[in-house]
């Protein structure tokens, strides 16, 4: 499976605070937005039913550590 990157514009003071949830939850914050986006994802498909495609929204996409 393909990762890609995806940039975003946000107010500092939105980072800044999405930063000190980030780590109060002990994630970085490309992680805790993952885990946003999945749960995101399951709300939308607990209402609407599946989305079709080849990844599940249960599936860590997060790529493995360097070393």
């Known amino acids: 499976?393909?990762?890609k990157s995806v940039s975003?514009?946000?107010e500092e003071e939105m980072l800044e605070k999405l930063g000190y949830v980030a780590d109060y939850e002990g994630r970085s914050i490309n992680s805790h937005v993952?885990?946003?986006i999945r749960e995101n994802i399951k709300?939308?498909?607990a209402v609407?039913?599946?989305?079709e495609g080849p990844v599940s929204p249960d599936?860590?996409?997060k790529p493995p550590r360097k070393g």
């Open 1 to 3: 499976m393909a990762v």
């Open 8 to 10: 975003i514009r946000i």
């Open 34 to 36: 993952l885990v946003l």
């Open 43 to 45: 709300g939308f498909e």
């Open 48 to 51: 609407h039913g599946a989305i």
């Open 59 to 61: 599936v860590n996409v």
